[in-house]
């Protein structure tokens, strides 16, 4: 069975390979309508990669993650 993005089911299916639970999870994707909904429907935190720097809210470079988790902004 083909399931695609946003479709909750792919994430939760990643996350039964994994063998996390989706409040251990982040989904980080550069479509809000596809990853970011998609990620939160599954309960997983989405969090928008715009290397534009245009949303607010956005990370624009995914090297900031370490320093966003460190901080407490993720």
């Known amino acids: 069975?083909?399931?695609e993005k946003p479709d909750p089911l792919l994430f939760h299916r990643v996350l039964?390979?994994?063998g996390a639970r989706?409040?251990?999870a982040l989904h980080v994707g550069?479509?809000?309508h596809?990853?970011?909904d998609g990620a939160r429907a599954a309960g997983i935190d989405g969090l928008l990669l715009d290397r534009s720097g245009t949303n607010e809210?956005?990370?624009a470079?995914?090297?900031d993650l370490p320093r966003l988790a460190r901080?407490?902004?993720l």
């Open 30 to 32: 550069n479509l809000s």
């Open 16 to 18: 039964d390979r994994l």
């Open 71 to 73: 901080d407490g902004g």
């Open 1 to 3: 069975e083909k399931v």
């Open 22 to 24: 989706p409040e251990q």
């Open 61 to 63: 470079d995914l090297l």
């Open 57 to 59: 809210g956005a990370v």
């Open 34 to 36: 596809v990853d970011i």
